[in-house]
């Protein structure tokens, strides 16, 4: 396992926009699944999107057109653009990936977080109404 660190986090209002961003010294996030994960308080932890280490990126219905996953063209550094935020968006936000060539599973109901194996310590965003 991998120690990642997320770093973006913020408050802003509800229509707002926030960038994330998770990295680690020699990891990169290439040829294994890839994602970021939330959990508001009182709430179990879910999948907002991954990358699938075919390529395959899968986003969370309450997140598709306002959340954007990618890596940088070096892949070592790994994104989540968020726009449109609203007040239930407000989480303690943290990245994870996992093996070389490992798999991962999800829809767009539910990304699952088996298969990822290194996480972050967690970045907060509130968004306010």
């Known amino acids: 396992q991998v120690q990642l660190v997320e770093s973006g986090g913020g408050s802003v209002q509800a229509g707002g926009s926030l960038s994330l961003s998770c990295k680690a010294p020699?990891?990169?996030?290439?040829?294994?699944?890839v994602g970021w994960f939330r959990q508001a308080p009182g709430k179990e932890r879910e999948g907002v999107a991954m990358?699938?280490?075919?390529?395959?990126?899968t986003y969370l219905d309450s997140v598709k057109g306002r959340f954007t996953i990618s890596r940088d063209d070096t892949e070592t550094t790994l994104n989540l653009e968020m726009k449109n935020l609203k007040p239930e968006d407000t989480a303690m936000y943290y990245c994870?990936?996992?093996?070389?060539?490992?798999?991962?599973?999800?829809?767009?109901?539910?990304?699952?977080?088996?298969?990822?194996?290194?996480w972050g310590q967690g970045t907060q965003v509130t968004v306010s109404s």
């Open positions: 994870a990936a996992g093996h070389y060539y490992g798999s991962c599973a999800g829809t767009t109901t539910k990304i699952y977080d088996r298969g990822f194996s290194s």
């Open positions: 020699g990891f990169t996030f290439t040829k294994r699944c």
């Open positions: 990358i699938e280490t075919i390529g395959q990126i």
